[in-house]
């Protein structure tokens, strides 16, 4: 059974055009210092305008923070597993921290956003587990693309030569281009039911 037929009998189509968005994979990674969770490296995962995939790694948290928050993104959706880590493993202690206004929906953070300086529009984040309470490895199930084996140092410290970093990175790649995916594979469900995705999966209801 595919995803139209699981939810044609729950969701009420629209009557107005159907709206289609694109999404940027986002995820980060981090290390222990002294108790402490600390910016590893973070990355992208996109499709450039002619369909080709680009995935891009910063090991510099500014770096990446003005990767993402330009123009080229404000029509697009910033999307993570598990938005609230990564979001605040990128963002917390930077100058950027207070620029960003937060919804929330009890304790589950729904959506940040980052309005862009002369009127230019606004970066917009999303969770994933805004519509589907899976882990990655679950949505890469969904979606046909296996979550590599995670490292056994994940969170606890640095690589220690170049073997485990390209591991890592690679790693890092697919939980981006899962979560980015996902998005994709939703949204396709939905537009074919007539409907348009929204922040949330109540919210995406058609009613």
Same mark, same amino acid.
């Given at each position: 059974?595919?995803?139209?037929?699981?939810?044609?009998?729950?969701?009420?189509?629209?009557?107005?055009?159907?709206k289609?968005?694109?999404?940027?994979?986002?995820?980060?990674?981090t290390?222990?210092?002294?108790?402490?969770?600390?910016?590893?490296?973070?990355?992208?995962?996109?499709?450039?305008?002619?369909?080709?995939?680009?995935?891009?790694?910063?090991?510099?948290?500014?770096?990446?923070?003005?990767?993402?928050?330009?123009?080229?993104?404000?029509?697009?959706?910033?999307?993570?597993?598990?938005?609230?880590?990564?979001?605040?493993?990128?963002?917390?202690?930077?100058?950027?921290?207070?620029?960003?206004?937060?919804?929330?929906?009890?304790?589950?953070?729904i959506?940040? &956003?980052? !309005?862009l300086? %002369? +009127?230019?529009?606004?970066?917009? /984040? @999303?969770?994933?587990?805004? *519509?589907?309470?899976?882990?990655?490895?679950?949505?890469?199930?969904?979606?046909?693309?296996?979550?590599?084996?995670?490292?056994?140092y994940?969170? &606890?410290? !640095?690589?220690? %030569? +170049?073997?485990?970093?390209?591991? /890592? @990175?690679?790693?890092?790649? *697919?939980?981006?281009?899962?979560?980015?995916?996902?998005?994709?594979?939703?949204?396709?469900?939905?537009?074919?039911i007539?409907?348009?995705?929204?922040?949330?999966?109540?919210?995406?209801?058609?009613?």
């Amino acid at each position: 059974m595919n995803y139209k037929d699981k939810i044609k009998n729950t969701l009420i189509p629209l009557t107005s055009k159907i709206k289609k968005f694109d999404f940027v994979g986002f995820d980060v990674e981090t290390y222990d210092v002294k108790g402490v969770q600390t910016f590893y490296f973070g990355s992208i995962f996109y499709y450039d305008a002619k369909g080709y995939e680009v995935f891009e790694t910063y090991f510099d948290r500014e770096t990446l923070i003005n990767r993402i928050l330009t123009p080229t993104f404000k029509s697009k959706y910033i999307v993570a597993t598990n938005l609230a880590f990564d979001y605040s493993s990128l963002f917390y202690g930077t100058i950027h921290w207070n620029d960003l206004k937060l919804i929330w929906r009890g304790s589950d953070l729904i959506t940040v &956003k980052y !309005k862009l300086p %002369n +009127k230019k529009g606004s970066i917009n /984040f @999303i969770d994933t587990f805004n *519509y589907v309470g899976f882990s990655v490895a679950k949505l890469g199930s969904i979606i046909g693309i296996n979550k590599m084996k995670q490292p056994n140092y994940i969170g &606890k410290r !640095k690589c220690k %030569n +170049k073997e485990e970093l390209k591991y /890592f @990175i690679e790693y890092n790649k *697919y939980d981006c281009k899962i979560s980015c995916n996902f998005m994709y594979f939703l949204q396709k469900g939905l537009n074919e039911i007539g409907g348009s995705l929204k922040l949330t999966i109540a919210s995406s209801s058609l009613l």
